[in-house]
C-alpha cells in the first residue's frame, strides 16, 4: 500500500475499505486484473436512476435552448406532454460554442420519449446518428443540459430531489474548498486573496494553482509555485487544508519537485500535475509522491476512468458533472472508486449553478472527499426554500425540494432568448 492510501485511511477520510488496502498497487491482491474489470463493470452498470414509484409515463414533448445574452449564461428547459417542465443551467462556458450539437443530436433524441428512460437511452443517444463520434467535453456537456433538465422534472413529478432519484441522501451538507482561479498575480497577493476567500466564507481548505497551465514546466511568473507553496501555509496556518492545481503545467520530474514541496508543507492534494491525458505519467506521480494525486476533469471516456481507477492511477477522481455527460455517468465514477477505495472531489466547471449541481451529486455519492470545489455564486439569481444555497462556516446545505430544489427567477427565463438552428 502507498503511504498517501496509508494516510487516507488512518485519517478516516475513505470510507470504505478499499482494495488497494488489501495488497498491491493494481488492486485486489487474489483477484485476476480481467476479474477486477468485469467486477468493476458490474458496479458500473448497475441502475443509478430510481423512477420506480413514477407508474405513468412521462412523455418529453420538447426541449428548448435559452441564451441570456447579458450574462452568457444558457439554459435548457423541458417540458413534458402533460405540462411538468425542468430546467437547468448548461456549462455555459462552453454552450456558446457547442450549442449547435445540442440543437441538432441531442433534444430532438429526447423529443417524444418518456422521462424515465432516461438512464438506458443515454448509451442509445451515444450510438444514434455516431454521436459517438463527436465524443468529448463538447459533446457530453450536451447531454449533461438535456439530462440535468430531465432530472429536475423528474423529481418536480416524483417529488424527489435530485440526489434522492440518484438513489438516496447520504449526506446532506458539503463542506467547501474555495478554488482560487487567478495564476498571473505576485505569491504574496496570491496568499492574501487566498486568506480573503477563507474569511468572506468560513471555508476550511482552499485551492490554488500552480505552474503555467499546459506549460511544459514553464511558470506563469517564475519562481511563483515554488515561493508560493511555503508562503500559503504561513499565511493560512496548519488547520487550513491546501490544495493546488497544475492544469497540466509540469513533467513527471518536475511534477515530483513539486509534489515533494507541498509533502514538506503538508498540503492535501496535487491536481494534474502533468498532461491529463498521459495516463501512465499521471500514475507515475501517484506512485512516486505521498501527496494524494487528484486527476479526471478533462476525462470524458468511462473506459479510460476505468483504467486509472483499477490501477490506481490517481489517488482521488474528480469527474466533472458537465464535461463527463452528467450525474448518471458521474455517479458511475464514484462507485468504481469507492469499489477501489478511492474517494471522488468532483471537479466544478463554469461559473453558473455548478456549485448547486455539485450538492446533488455530494449528497449522493458512495465515497466524498472532505471538501467540495467552490469558486463563488452564480449570476443565474436564483433561490431555495430549504438551502441558503451559501457557504456557511465553510458548508453549504443541499437543498431537499423536488429536483434542484431551486427557483430560478421566472423573469430571468422569460427575458431569456430563445434559440433553434
Ligand atoms: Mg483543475
Same mark, same amino acid.
Given at each position: ?6 494516510r487516507?485511511?488512518?485519517a478516516g477520510?475513505?470510507g470504505?475499505?478499499?482494495?488497494f488496502?488489501? %495488497?498491491?498497487a493494481?488492486g485486489?491482491?487474489l483477484m485476476? =486484473? ?5 467486477e468493476?463493470?458490474r458496479?458500473?452498470a448497475e @441502475?443509478?436512476?430510481?423512477? +420506480? ?8 414533448? %420538447?426541449?428548448?435552448?435559452? &441564451?441570456?445574452?447579458a ?7 423541458v ?7 425542468? $430546467?437547468?443551467v448548461?456549462s ?9 450539437l445540442?440543437?441538432?443530436?441531442v433534444?430532438?433524441?429526447?423529443? +417524444?420519449?418518456? #422521462?424515465?428512460d *432516461?438512464?438506458?437511452?443515454l448509451w442509445?443517444?451515444?450510438r &444514434?446518428?455516431s454521436s459517438?463520434?463527436?465524443? +468529448?467535453?463538447?459533446?457530453w456537456?450536451? $447531454? ?18 435530485i ?7 447520504r ?21 492574501e486573496?487566498l486568506? %480573503? ?9 482552499v ?7 499546459m ?6 511568473? @517564475? ?6 507553496? =511555503? *508562503?500559503a501555509?504561513e499565511?493560512?496556518g ?7 492545481d ?5 513533467? $513527471? @520530474?518536475?511534477a515530483?519537485?513539486?509534489g ?14 502533468? @498532461? ?5 505519467e ?12 487528484a486527476? +479526471?476533469?478533462?476525462?470524458?471516456s468511462a ?14 477522481v474528480? =469527474? ?9 455517468r ?12 478511492l474517494?471522488?472531489?468532483? &471537479?466544478?466547471s463554469?461559473w453558473?449553478t ?8 455530494? #449528497?449522493?455519492m458512495?465515497?466524498p472527499?472532505?471538501? &467540495?470545489e467552490?469558486?463563488?455564486q452564480?449570476r443565474?439569481?436564483?433561490e ?10 465553510? $458548508? ?13 427567477d421566472?423573469d430571468?427565463?422569460?427575458g ?6
Amino acid at each position: 500500500m502507498s503511504v498517501s492510501r496509508r494516510r487516507f485511511l488512518q485519517a478516516g477520510v475513505v470510507g470504505t475499505a478499499g482494495a488497494f488496502a488489501a %495488497g498491491t498497487a493494481s488492486g485486489h491482491p487474489l483477484m485476476m =486484473p480481467s476479474e477486477q474489470t468485469e467486477e468493476l463493470d458490474r458496479v458500473a452498470a448497475e @441502475p443509478v436512476l430510481q423512477v +420506480g414509484d413514477l407508474t405513468d409515463p412521462v412523455e418529453i414533448e %420538447g426541449m428548448e435552448l435559452l &441564451h441570456v445574452e447579458a450574462d452568457r449564461e444558457w439554459l435548457v428547459r423541458v417540458r413534458s406532454t402533460d405540462g411538468a417542465e425542468g $430546467v437547468a443551467v448548461t456549462s455555459s462556458g462552453r454552450f456558446h460554442e457547442t450549442y449547435p450539437l445540442f440543437l441538432h443530436r441531442v433534444a430532438p433524441f429526447f423529443e +417524444g420519449s418518456d #422521462a424515465r428512460d *432516461l438512464e438506458m437511452r443515454l448509451w442509445d443517444l451515444y450510438r &444514434h446518428g455516431s454521436s459517438y463520434k463527436y465524443q +468529448g467535453m463538447l459533446f457530453w456537456c450536451c $447531454v449533461a443540459a438535456a439530462e440535468m433538465a430531465i432530472l429536475d422534472m423528474l423529481g418536480k413529478v416524483s417529488g424527489k430531489s435530485i440526489a434522492q432519484l440518484l438513489g438516496g441522501v447520504r449526506q446532506s451538507e458539503m463542506p467547501i474548498y474555495y478554488a482560487s482561479g487567478h495564476r498571473h498575480n505576485t505569491p504574496e497577493e496570491e496568499a492574501e486573496h487566498l486568506q %480573503g476567500l477563507v474569511e468572506d466564507t468560513g471555508a476550511k481548505a482552499v485551492k490554488f494553482k500552480l505552474g503555467g497551465r499546459m506549460s511544459r514546466n514553464a511558470d506563469s511568473i @517564475p519562481g511563483r509555485s515554488e515561493a508560493l507553496i =511555503p *508562503l500559503a501555509r504561513e499565511a493560512l496556518g496548519p488547520d487550513i487544508t491546501l490544495y493546488t492545481d497544475a492544469n497540466s503545467s509540469y513533467d $513527471v @520530474p518536475n511534477a515530483i519537485r513539486l509534489g515533494r514541496l507541498q509533502e514538506e508543507y503538508d498540503y492535501g492534494f496535487f491536481e494534474e500535475p502533468v @498532461p491529463f491525458d498521459h495516463l501512465e505519467e499521471t500514475r507515475q506521480c501517484t506512485q512516486g509522491l505521498d501527496i494524494p494525486i487528484a486527476w +479526471g476533469e478533462q476525462e470524458f471516456s468511462a473506459w479510460r476512468f476505468r483504467w486509472m481507477i483499477q490501477n490506481h492511477g490517481a489517488d482521488i477522481v474528480q =469527474p466533472d458533472l458537465h464535461y463527463y455527460g452528467g450525474y448518471i455517468r458521474g455517479m458511475r465514477v464514484a462507485r468504481m472508486a469507492d469499489h477501489m477505495g478511492l474517494i471522488t472531489q468532483p &471537479h466544478m466547471s463554469g461559473w453558473g449553478t455548478g456549485f448547486i449541481d455539485l450538492l446533488h451529486y455530494h #449528497a449522493a455519492m458512495p465515497n466524498p472527499g472532505p471538501f &467540495h470545489e467552490y469558486k463563488g455564486q452564480s449570476r443565474v439569481p436564483v433561490e431555495s426554500d430549504t438551502s441558503s444555497l451559501r457557504p456557511e462556516d465553510g $458548508v453549504i446545505q443541499a437543498p431537499t425540494g423536488p429536483g434542484f430544489g431551486v427557483t430560478i427567477d421566472p423573469d430571468y427565463i422569460e427575458g431569456a432568448r430563445r434559440v433553434t438552428l
